[in-house]
């Protein structure tokens, strides 16, 4: 019996042509399904873009409609040089005077010279914290111990005294004369001052020789000099006096620090004022959130006449609505006040529902600060007459919630979504069962008709020879 090595070689027929075709015209609700597929897919990445720009616009429209979105303001100085101004939060517009009679300063010592590379002596450096009065010292708290090697180099003493932590840090100074420690609190104040006491182990705690000669204490005459002692910053605000150990007043005046630079001969003028840059910037990324959206929106539900197409979601009711809600929201007006809508200080909604900033008009808005606010930030206890920032932030998280309409849309399609690629899974099931039913029903045919040639072949041979 003869075999079939490829389908149509038996009986003529290109049988993977005719499966092919067949299979092709299973294979139409596949791709139907497929292109269905990809446009829900394109329509839920839209509907991310937009469920983003919503609560964009919202967290624009909430920051104009609280209180902390105005408070921002700028401080400036007369006299930067000499007194500085930085503003934070708590700080309320006004004006005040800082005269400055001395600045903070850290003591400093210097101990005598010393060969250049030598030995300083062995034994041990007691540094304490305190404050001098009168020539008298007081500790405040325990003393450091710092134990000086027999050989060590006033490098090295340098070195043990700042890896020690003891709040006093220390340099070599070198020169023609030799090498000098310079030693310095950490920190400004009077009460940030130190004292620095000998256990020398050439038995003498006082003399100008071996470890005592960089000792700085009271009565001491053959140790380190005083260079500079520690003093407060001495200043008045307003007229007031104030001393303070950092020439940084942090916590003088609410939200203001004042960095102390130079003493005054005449009073620097401090204006704390409203900062109108910042309230145009948080106005303009309102404007922007807003015409994000509202692009994208116009975008996806139009038709284009010029192009003969349609956008995305034209026809969406969803989107649709959504874009004229957000109009809407957009146009409302307060009931009462000197400003009732976005309109009046010069934010203009234009044809195609774009907004447009008239800086002339948002200025003159802007010179009036509490109207201006008021439009956004007034609280009636009902978010569809509260202040336009309130009333927005409201219109958005209602889209966003569990239950909004730009939650439940993406949830539609994503169902959709999954019902379509489970039918996409039963019909390629079918279409890969009809394709093994066809292979089979052909290949049988192909095996009948093989045979049934060879049948005739024979006959035909047999015929011939019963002719000769």
Same mark, same amino acid.
């Given at each position: 019996?003869?075999?079939?090595?490829?389908?149509?070689?038996?009986?003529?027929?290109?049988? @993977?042509?005719?499966?092919?075709?067949?299979?092709?015209?299973?294979?139409?609700?596949?791709?139907?399904?497929?292109?269905?597929?990809?446009?829900?897919?394109?329509?839920?990445?839209?509907?991310?873009?937009?469920?983003?720009?919503?609560?964009?616009?919202?967290?624009?429209?909430?920051?104009?409609?609280?209180?902390?979105?105005?408070?921002?303001?700028?401080?400036?100085?007369?006299?930067?040089?000499?007194?500085?101004?930085?503003?934070?939060?708590?700080?309320?517009?006004?004006?005040?005077?800082?005269?400055?009679?001395?600045?903070?300063?850290?003591?400093?010592?210097?101990?005598?010279?010393?060969?250049?590379?030598?030995?300083?002596?062995?034994?041990?450096?007691?540094?304490?914290?305190?404050?001098?009065?009168?020539?008298?010292?007081?500790?405040?708290?325990?003393?450091?111990?710092?134990?000086?090697?027999?050989?060590?180099?006033? /490098?090295?003493?340098?070195?043990?005294?700042?890896?020690?932590?003891?709040?006093?840090?220390?340099?070599?100074?070198?020169?023609?004369?030799?090498?000098?420690?310079?030693?310095?609190?950490?920190?400004?104040? @009077?009460?940030?001052?130190?004292?620095?006491?000998?256990?020398?182990?050439?038995?003498?705690?006082?003399?100008?020789?071996?470890?005592?000669?960089?000792?700085?204490?009271?009565?001491?005459?053959?140790?380190?000099?005083?260079?500079?002692?520690?003093?407060?910053?001495?200043?008045?605000?307003?007229?007031?006096?104030? /001393?303070?150990?950092?020439?940084?007043?942090?916590?003088?005046?609410?939200?203001?620090?004042?960095?102390?630079?130079?003493?005054?001969?005449?009073?620097?003028?401090?204006?704390?004022?409203?900062?109108? @840059?910042?309230?145009?910037?948080?106005?303009?990324?309102?404007?922007?959130?807003?015409?994000?959206?509202?692009?994208?929106?116009?975008?996806?539900?139009?038709?284009?006449?010029?192009?003969?197409?349609?956008?995305?979601?034209?026809?969406?009711?969803?989107?649709?609505?959504?874009?004229?809600?957000?109009?809407?929201?957009?146009?409302?007006?307060?009931?009462?006040?000197?400003?009732? +809508?976005?309109?009046?200080?010069?934010?203009?909604?234009?044809?195609?529902?774009?907004? /447009?900033?008239?800086?002339?008009?948002?200025?003159?808005?802007?010179?009036?600060?509490?109207?201006?606010?008021?439009?956004?930030?007034?609280?009636?206890?009902?978010?569809?007459?509260?202040?336009?920032?309130?009333?927005?932030?409201?219109?958005?998280?209602?889209?966003?919630?569990?239950?909004?309409?730009?939650?439940?849309?993406?949830?539609?399609?994503?169902?959709?979504?999954? +019902?379509?690629?489970?039918?996409?899974?039963?019909?390629?099931?079918?279409?890969?069962?009809?394709?093994?039913?066809? +292979?089979?029903?052909?290949?049988?045919?192909?095996?009948?008709?093989?045979?049934?040639?060879?049948?005739?072949?024979?006959? /035909?041979?047999?015929?011939?020879?019963?002719?000769?």
């Amino acid at each position: 019996m003869a075999t079939i090595s490829s389908a149509g070689i038996g009986s003529g027929i290109n049988v @993977e042509s005719v499966v092919s075709q067949l299979v092709s015209l299973e294979k139409k609700p596949l791709e139907s399904l497929q292109s269905l597929a990809s446009s829900m897919q394109t329509k839920l990445s839209i509907y991310g873009t937009i469920k983003s720009q919503i609560s964009a616009l919202g967290d624009a429209a909430a920051k104009l409609g609280t209180d902390s979105g105005w408070s921002a303001v700028t401080g400036t100085s007369s006299n930067a040089a000499a007194v500085a101004v930085t503003t934070g939060t708590g700080a309320a517009p006004g004006n005040f005077t800082v005269s400055v009679q001395q600045l903070a300063k850290a003591q400093a010592t210097a101990s005598a010279a010393v060969t250049t590379g030598a030995a300083v002596g062995g034994g041990t450096l007691s540094i304490d914290l305190g404050q001098w009065s009168g020539g008298s010292f007081t500790a405040s708290g325990t003393a450091t111990q710092v134990t000086i090697d027999a050989a060590d180099t006033l /490098s090295q003493v340098a070195a043990k005294i700042n890896d020690a932590k003891s709040g006093v840090t220390a340099t070599v100074l070198k020169d023609a004369s030799g090498e000098r420690l310079l030693l310095r609190s950490s920190a400004t104040g @009077e009460a940030q001052g130190f004292r620095v006491q000998a256990t020398d182990d050439d038995g003498n705690n006082t003399d100008a020789s071996g470890l005592s000669r960089l000792a700085y204490d009271s009565g001491l005459t053959n140790g380190a000099t005083l260079t500079q002692a520690g003093q407060n910053a001495n200043a008045t605000i307003n007229g007031v006096a104030i /001393s303070s150990a950092s020439n940084d007043l942090k916590d003088s005046l609410a939200g203001v620090q004042l960095k102390l630079q130079q003493v005054t001969t005449s009073a620097v003028e401090i204006t704390i004022a409203q900062d109108t @840059e910042s309230l145009r910037k948080n106005l303009q990324a309102f404007v922007d959130a807003y015409n994000a959206i509202n692009s994208t929106l116009s975008n996806a539900t139009k038709y284009d006449e010029t192009s003969k197409t349609a956008g995305l979601l034209q026809g969406d009711s969803t989107a649709v609505g959504l874009l004229n809600s957000l109009r809407g929201v957009m146009r409302s007006a307060l009931d009462s006040g000197t400003y009732q +809508r976005l309109n009046d200080i010069g934010l203009e909604m234009k044809t195609g529902g774009a907004l /447009s900033v008239d800086n002339a008009r948002l200025n003159d808005a802007m010179a009036k600060p509490d109207a201006l606010k008021a439009l956004f930030t007034t609280n009636t206890g009902d978010n569809t007459t509260s202040g336009l920032g309130l009333r927005i932030k409201a219109f958005t998280d209602g889209l966003l919630d569990t239950a909004g309409t730009v939650t439940n849309k993406q949830a539609a399609l994503k169902k959709m979504i999954d +019902r379509n690629g489970d039918e996409q899974d039963r019909v390629s099931d079918r279409i890969s069962r009809t394709e093994t039913r066809l +292979r089979n029903m052909y290949t049988a045919l192909d095996t009948r008709m093989a045979q049934l040639n060879s049948l005739s072949a024979y006959v /035909s041979q047999q015929v011939a020879t019963w002719n000769k």
